[in-house]
């Protein structure tokens, strides 16, 4: 088991920042996505960060695609 992964939600409130699930509707919303990119799990963050109004960090260029949406938020990173 990686070193930290059991403590990764701890870690994370400590430093004020917050882990969020993986709701039913990001599910959804990812798999009517207007988006090419294939990956799943990258569509669900994407459909996240659109449905929370966040800007997605990420180093993935992938997800600057996502700027000709109306309501994205932007990537930081």
């Not at 701890?10 to 039913?24: E, F, W």
């Not at 963050?45 to 260029?61: H, N, Y």
Request: glycine residues 6%.
């Amino acid at each position: 088991m990686a070193p930290y992964q059991l403590e990764l939600v701890g870690l994370a409130a400590r430093q004020g920042i917050k882990v969020l699930d993986v709701s039913a509707a990001a599910s959804l919303g990812a798999s009517i996505l207007d988006w090419n990119h294939r990956d799943p799990f990258d569509r669900i963050i994407g459909a996240t960060a659109l449905m929370e109004d966040i800007k997605l960090v990420s180093a993935d260029v992938a997800f600057d695609e996502l700027n000709t949406l109306e309501l994205w938020p932007g990537r930081l990173w």
